[in-house]
């Protein structure tokens, strides 16, 4: 049986029965914000992204916000969870935006989003260019570079040293822009698992009332965040 | 085959701020009325009720309330000779969508234009003479004056129930309020709002400088209240989910709050939704509509409403997109510089300082969309247009209203968009900041307006509206003046680091970040009608039967945002189709 999060199942309920001393002085928010991942990241099935895609965003999120120092980086917060789902939604399918041709791609980046290309289209057709400089760059693709490379090649893909096509420009801000959102949307959308990213700045989530706060100047809010679908952490 | 409905009195297209105003004033004259929505409709609850709304990324990141660019959008040029290009995703500006329109999202900060702004040609010449004006500009006066709008204004503002402190009532400057407001009959229907800590240092350390600061007028109900209507509000939460949301407490200012469900009750008003306003059908002889042609989603037919009177309501834009493609109006040529339907387009000019605090707490998820304190010293009244080489002004503030962290996570600049130093720095950061902005005015010139796209089309078959629009040196200028004010305010405050966002000589617009929903002008109201579209009472000048709402009616931008003038032209338009119009219709000048 496989334990859900923030769910204690029978079995590490009877475990915690046994500790029953220890348990009971670890306070009640720490306990409830221990993440507990509902499928280990390197055992979870992407619905949208490809194996090749999902090695590729599992390695390029871990660069764009790291694990080390303080706070969660986007693997903790499982961000390639909520890319794989948004990818998978209206959002990867521009089901909102106006996709009518004639297009130019190639207009100046002021002009806003102008790719024939989806969101995912430009994640699939990205991904695999991006790969192949970094072979021929570095010797390897990128999932298979060390930190420190991989933090150069997405420097250089960011300053767009490779000159992509520029049907897939917008490639290296969407692939930021997601992983901010998974780190920082409500949990149900499957990234800011615990909600670990709110509690690490300090946003109370979906509280939203605050009528007492407006006139305490300069003293921090004390509460810890809660989730739409009322998790606390 | 399109379908006929039963002939109504009136036809409204849109069911937002004003065609729900116009709605309520014209059932109580007994009419048989009809108001066509292209959305879904949408209520207090169950839409907007907690916590679902409180959704960062579905309403303030994927803009869950607003319009589809798929079903609706422009197309953007820079000058008369580049290419339009579709504005394929929202952001520079967000126009509504479903029941209650961009009046369930918007953040309610409510102003009156000060006195300059309703003859602003006039004032110009008289003081400083026609020379100061650039050559492309095409500024106008109203063809209405304050004192006549006054009623109006006070209307929209018990209406919607506006929270402020007055400063000038009759002539009288009150203590606390803003001393250069253009006068009012009395007092806001609720006290202002309590401000937060950055609201709080700015008025501090304004009032310090001798400037005057008040708290910003807004449709936030800071208590009980029940408008004329019967509608209630609740004192609001500071919730910090305001602006891109519909308020889940009764406390914004909104259709849904002020008006729908009293007029929902009137026997003789019936509104439909997903039906989508092709174009205005004319009589044979062009004097008159007939009604209008609507796309129907339900059934996925067009639908021919027959109507006497036809009510635009759709927004700026929509409005102007459907006089373009119905022939109210001859489309504005900006060679010739013949022809009114699109002349004027204008926009905003604002700017702002962030501030980063070490070791300051401002909890910045605490605030609402008209959160904070003003200060109108470098409104457009008070300057010398002369002397500073521009016309305009600016009002400038400071107050959070939406801390959430996907959108709003100003860093010191120079930090690393991503990796291990931007993380340390969101952590360091977020809750240390504070701004202070510049809302300011925007003049109309020769070559910003709006016509029919050569290219695109709609997915009814129908050509986009094209936008010609750049930034112009007037504007720039005032807008760098502002900096340059807002400067030592900044420095006085004493920050840890702080950095400066004001256009520059050359800028061009970019359509990718939110800038204002506050699009204007393009259905010009005025005295001659070689320069507007519309008359004094909003009424299309070639085709009587017309009405015209909305801030297309502006001849230029004000330096303030433009509901409040815009639920007050739907007042007085109201009050002349009820007390004249439908008496003997005509054109009524
Ligand atoms: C994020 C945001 C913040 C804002 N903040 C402020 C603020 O603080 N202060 C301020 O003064 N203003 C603000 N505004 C602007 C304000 O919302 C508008 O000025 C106001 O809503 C305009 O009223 P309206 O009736 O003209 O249009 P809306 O209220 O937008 O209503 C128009 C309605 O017409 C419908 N429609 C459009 N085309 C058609 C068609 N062809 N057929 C049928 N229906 C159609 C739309 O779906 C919509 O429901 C803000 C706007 C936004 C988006
Ligand atoms: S801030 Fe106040 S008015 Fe705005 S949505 Fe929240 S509760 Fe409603």
Redesign the pocket.
């Known amino acids: 049986m496989r334990d859900l999060p923030g769910v204690p199942s029978r079995r590490t309920f009877l475990k915690a029965s046994a500790a029953t001393a220890v348990i009971s002085t670890i306070p009640l928010s720490s306990q409830a914000a221990t993440p507990t991942p509902p499928v280990p990241l390197d055992e979870y099935q992407p619905k949208t992204l490809s194996p090749v895609e999902w090695a590729f965003v599992m390695a390029a999120v871990a660069r764009l916000i790291p694990s080390d120092g303080d706070g969660p980086g986007a693997i903790e917060v499982r961000v390639p969870v909520f890319i794989d789902n948004e990818l998978g939604g209206g959002f990867g399918s521009a089901a909102d935006w106006y996709m009518e041709g004639p297009h130019q791609a190639d207009a100046s980046p002021l002009r806003g989003y102008q790719t024939p290309l989806t969101p995912l289209q430009i994640y699939q057709q990205a991904i695999p260019v991006f790969n192949e400089w970094c072979q021929n760059t570095h010797g390897k693709i990128f999932a298979d570079l060390d930190a420190d490379t991989q933090n150069q090649a997405l420097a250089s893909l960011q300053k767009d040293e490779m000159k992509i096509n520029p049907e897939l420009r917008d490639f290296f801000t969407l692939l930021l822009q997601n992983t901010k959102e998974g780190y920082f949307a409500d949990p149900m959308y499957g990234g800011n698992h615990g909600m670990q990213a709110w509690t690490y700045i300090g946003f109370p989530g979906a509280r939203a009332s605050y009528k007492e706060w407006v006139g305490r100047f300069n003293v921090q809010y004390p509460l810890g965040p809660v989730s739409i679908s009322g998790e606390r952490a | 085959m399109a379908r006929t409905e039963k002939k109504k009195d009136v036809v409204i297209?849109?069911?937002?701020?004003?065609?729900?105003i116009l709605g309520m004033e014209l059932a109580q004259e007994g009419l048989e009325i009809v108001a066509?929505?292209?959305?879904h409709d949408q209520n207090t609850v169950p839409e907007f009720q907690y916590p679902n709304m409180i959704d960062e990324l579905k309403y303030g990141v994927r803009l869950g309330l607003?319009?589809k660019p798929r079903n609706?959008t422009v197309t953007i040029r820079r000058s008369l000779d580049e290419a339009a290009l579709p504005y394929r995703s929202l952001g520079s500006?967000?126009?509504?969508?479903?029941?209650?329109?961009?009046?369930t999202?918007?953040?309610?900060?409510?102003?009156r234009p000060m006195l300059s702004e309703y003859r602003l040609r006039s004032y110009v010449e008289e003081r400083w003479g026609a020379g100061i004006i650039p050559e492309d500009m095409q500024i106008q006066d109203y063809p209405v004056t304050y004192d006549e709008l006054e009623p109006f204004f006070d209307r929209f503002e018990h209406v919607a129930g506006i929270s402020g402190t007055a400063g000038n009532i009759k002539g009288q400057i009150m203590e606390g309020g803003n001393p250069f407001e253009s006068p009012r009959a009395r007092a806001y229907p609720m006290p202002a709002m309590p401000t937060t800590y950055d609201g709080a240092k700015f008025g501090e350390v304004t009032k310090a400088m001798g400037y005057h600061p008040f708290p910003r007028p807004?449709g936030i109900a800071s208590q009980a209240y029940v408008n004329e209507y019967g509608m209630q509000m609740g004192p609001c939460n500071h919730c910090g989910f305001c602006?891109?949301y519909g308020c889940y407490n009764y406390s914004k200012s909104s259709?849904q709050t002020a008006i729908l469900d009293a007029l929902k009750r009137k026997p003789n008003f019936e509104y439909r939704t997903k039906?989508?306003?092709?174009r205005i059908e004319m009589a044979p002889d062009g004097k008159t509509a007939t009604g209008v042609t609507?796309f129907d989603e339900n059934t996925e037919e067009e639908v021919f409403q027959p109507a006497d009177l036809v009510i635009l309501?759709?927004?700026?834009l929509?409005?102007v997109?459907?006089m373009l493609l119905s022939g109210i109006g001859q489309p504005y040529d900006p060679v010739t510089g013949e022809g009114v339907t699109g002349r004027n387009y204008a926009y905003q000019m604002n700017g702002g300082y962030t501030m980063f605090f070490k070791d300051e707490v401002f909890n910045p998820f605490v605030g609402t969309?008209?959160n904070g304190m003003s200060i109108d010293d470098f409104g457009i009244d008070n300057i010398d247009f002369g002397q500073e080489g521009f016309i305009g002004g600016s009002y400038i503030s400071s107050g959070q209203s939406n801390g959430q962290p996907i959108r709003n996570m100003p860093l010191p600049s120079g930090t690393p968009a991503w990796g291990a130093d931007w993380k340390k720095a969101v952590g360091d950061w977020y809750g240390h900041v504070m701004s202070i902005g510049s809302h300011g005015s925007h003049m109309s010139y020769r070559t910003n307006y709006l016509d029919l796209d050569p290219t695109y089309k709609d997915r009814h078959g129908r050509p986009l509206m094209r936008m010609t629009f750049n930034w112009k040196d007037n504007d720039i200028r005032m807008t760098q003046f502002m900096k340059s004010k807002i400067e030592p305010i900044a420095k006085a405050l004493n920050p840890t680091v702080m950095q400066a966002g004001f256009k520059q000589a050359g800028a061009m617009y970019d359509v990718r970040p939110?800038q204002?929903?506050?699009n204007v002008g393009g259905s010009v109201m005025g005295a001659d009608p070689k320069t507007s579209a519309v008359n004094r009472y909003l009424q299309a000048w070639d085709k009587h039967n017309i009405f015209v709402?909305?801030?297309g009616a502006f001849p230029q931008n004000t330096q303030?945002?433009?509901?409040?003038m815009?639920g007050g032209l739907?007042y007085w338009a109201a009050h002349a189709i009820r007390t004249d119009y439908l008496r003997n219709p005509r054109p009524l000048v």
């Open positions: 297209v849109g069911l937002g701020w004003t065609g729900s066509l929505e292209r959305g607003m319009q609706s500006f967000l126009p509504g969508n479903g029941v209650g329109g961009a009046g999202h918007w953040n309610g900060l409510n102003w807004g602006e891109r259709p039906s989508e306003v092709l609507y309501a759709a927004y700026q929509h409005n997109h459907l969309g008209a939110y204002t929903t506050h709402m909305g801030a303030y945002n433009p509901t409040g815009v739907a």
